[in-house]
């Protein structure tokens, strides 16, 4: 079974620098998706940015883009330039196929702070 | 467009209580998801639907039972609540399962069962 490990309960980092989120991932499957999601106080899940396991390029969305090690089922996230607004729960998700839908399987989330 | 949308925000329960979770989207989506986010754990799949009429079941699906007469909403109910069932329970829909689609979330329900 696919699971999804964040071992990073809460990261804390300083306005303005640039800190980077764990995951790590078990899989048997070659052709899968990775999200990062974030989850503010408003339990909104917003999606932060999606990586396809068949590139090798890393994704990138403005201040955010992952290091995937896909040997290594590795998927950690950095974000540049934090903002206060950046702060929230953060959650590793790994998307499979099942009977012709797609589910997430999700990590148990990183809480970050982000210090004024 | 509102997204997705789940009535009510938070609700109490007593054991054995029943009640209908309410999740709609307006983006015409074929796939509507339940999930439950307990304490410490990332969220996890009740219940799924790949198109209007159908349901399935996903990771956690005892206690609960769900329907989609419309293809806009996908209702999640509980017949006889329990105090494990107190969660934060989110909504997700999606077009369908191509190379860039994603799932778009609700914004919770938070529910106790006392």
């Known amino acids: 079974a696919q699971t999804v490990t964040q071992s990073q309960p809460e990261m804390s980092v300083q306005e303005a620098e640039t800190v980077t989120l764990s995951c790590t991932y078990d899989?048997?499957?070659?052709?899968?998706?990775l999200f990062w999601y974030k989850q503010p106080p408003s339990r909104q899940m917003i999606l932060v940015i999606r990586q396809e396991a068949y590139k090798q390029q890393n994704a990138t969305e403005n201040r955010f883009s992952v290091n995937f090690q896909k040997a290594a089922k590795s998927f950690s996230l950095k974000i540049s330039d934090s903002q206060l607004g950046d702060a929230a729960m953060y959650f590793c998700a790994y998307r499979r196929v099942i009977q012709g839908a797609q589910k997430l399987v999700f990590g148990q989330g990183t809480r970050l702070t982000i210090n004024p | 467009n509102a997204g997705v949308t789940q009535t009510p925000k938070f609700r109490v329960l007593k054991t054995g209580q029943s009640m209908t979770l309410l999740c709609a989207q307006d983006?015409?989506?074929?796939?509507m998801y339940w999930y439950r986010q307990d304490p410490g754990m990332g969220l996890r799949l009740i219940h799924y639907?790949?198109?209007?009429?159908?349901?399935a079941k996903g990771e956690v699906p005892d206690g609960y039972n769900v329907s989609r007469l419309k293809k806009q909403n996908f209702l999640l109910g509980l017949e006889s609540a329990a105090p494990s069932q107190t969660s934060v329970y989110f909504c997700a829909s999606s077009y369908f399962w191509t190379v860039t689609d994603t799932q778009y979330f609700g914004p919770g329900t938070r529910l106790t069962v006392l």
């Open positions: 983006m015409n989506h074929e796939y």
């Open positions: 899989t048997s499957e070659s052709d899968y998706y």
């Open positions: 639907s790949v198109g209007e009429g159908t349901t």
